[in-house]
């Protein structure tokens, strides 16, 4: 029997993660910048630093926003990079047209909002079929066509995220009792009922972990007349987080806690300036930011069957993604809900590519259900 290379990749808003049979190689953010004047390309952590002080001379690419492929040929572009950085520093043998891609399957998990037509761009890209097309860059068409031609994985399997976040949340999807799992990412927000092995009730928005820095910017801005970039507007969001449910403790923190101090442009005068604002300001900001989180919540709970009603209130839900971190969002959210129980899972932004661990732990299954052909 072939050895097997399983690739798992993470397509997220935010963070595009690789992982190539159990040690991840990209993690990092899912933007790219093209410099017309250099030829030069920047992708993840050197990229994403660029994005609030780019010159004109550089182009800033996010390929997937809100859930959503924005632009595919920068996709293209951001994958080929990435794999070509991959093959200097990890594995040279990856350019062999029978080696390494040959034997490789590639297990990717995808927004429920990507289309069908993206979903073929990208089995193709991956097999070698499609190269990016970027304007201003022909000079890159020669490379990208070039590591095309090695670029031909045996086998593609796409795979709804929220499948493989509650797997990597320690979830047994396949109980058919089902599990009631929230997956809160960058740029959309999944609710979903998963059950005997599938998806039974699932639906998305675009209001995340972005909408909410949004939400925060535009109300230092419209409010304070004070302007700051989307980082900062992170950095607030993470560092006040929801309102702190219990009261007693509540009033307790308040005690010794209360201000923030918050940097930025007046928009009156042009000039720097610090502010000083109530924590609690922040924190409604924040919690009306996610009420359509809670309203989708609340749908998904409508449109399930008694059954499974009954077991979202005995076992509760399960958070998962980036903005599942978000102080005491597991409290606030089943104060919201009446659930007794909701939990993040552990590692959240991690949940998704350790979902795809269960086809590295048993390769052989990919022979028997026909991902791959036993070599003769």
Request: hydrophobic residues 40%; glycine residues 6%.
């Amino acid at each position: 029997m072939r050895k097997i290379n399983i690739i798992s990749i993470d397509l997220g808003t935010k963070n595009l993660i690789i992982k190539i049979n159990d040690q991840i190689v990209f993690d990092q953010p899912s933007v790219i910048v093209f410099d017309t004047e250099s030829g030069q390309t920047f992708i993840g952590d050197e990229a994403f630093y660029m994005r609030d002080s780019l010159p004109s001379t550089k182009i800033l690419k996010e390929p997937l926003v809100n859930g959503v492929i924005a632009d595919v040929n920068a996709l293209i572009a951001l994958l080929t990079e990435i794999f070509i950085n991959i093959v200097q520093v990890h594995n040279k043998k990856i350019w062999k047209k029978n080696g390494f891609w040959k034997n490789s399957v590639v297990l990717i998990g995808i927004p429920s909002k990507i289309c069908r037509l993206d979903e073929e761009v990208l089995s193709e890209t991956l097999q070698g079929k499609h190269v990016a097309r970027i304007p201003l860059f022909s000079e890159k068409f020669k490379r990208y066509e070039f590591f095309s031609n090695v670029m031909n994985a045996e086998k593609i399997i796409i795979v709804p995220d929220v499948k493989l976040a509650a797997i990597g949340a320690g979830l047994s999807i396949w109980d058919p009792q089902g599990v009631f799992l929230l997956d809160i990412g960058a740029g959309t927000s999944d609710c979903s009922i998963l059950a005997s092995g599938d998806v039974i009730i699932q639906d998305s928005i675009a209001t995340a972990g972005n909408f909410i820095d949004t939400e925060i910017k535009r109300y230092l801005e419209e409010m304070h007349y004070l302007s700051i970039s989307k980082k900062q507007a992170e950095e607030i969001k993470i560092q006040v987080g929801l309102p702190i449910v219990d009261e007693e403790l509540a009033a307790k923190v308040a005690e010794i806690d209360t201000k923030i101090t918050v940097y930025g442009k007046s928009l009156k005068t042009g000039n720097p300036e610090k502010i000083v604002l109530e924590r609690s300001d922040i924190e409604k900001i924040i919690a009306q930011s996610i009420e359509p989180i809670i309203e989708l919540c609340k749908l998904i709970i409508l449109r399930s069957s008694d059954t499974f009603a009954k077991t979202i209130q005995e076992n509760g839900l399960v958070l998962t993604g980036g903005s599942a971190l978000l102080k005491n969002i597991d409290s606030y959210i089943a104060k919201e809900l009446n659930l007794e129980h909701v939990v993040v899972a552990d590692e959240p932004l991690k949940c998704v590519i350790k979902g795809t661990q269960i086809y590295e732990m048993h390769k052989s299954d990919l022979y028997e259900k026909g991902y791959i052909r036993p070599s003769r």
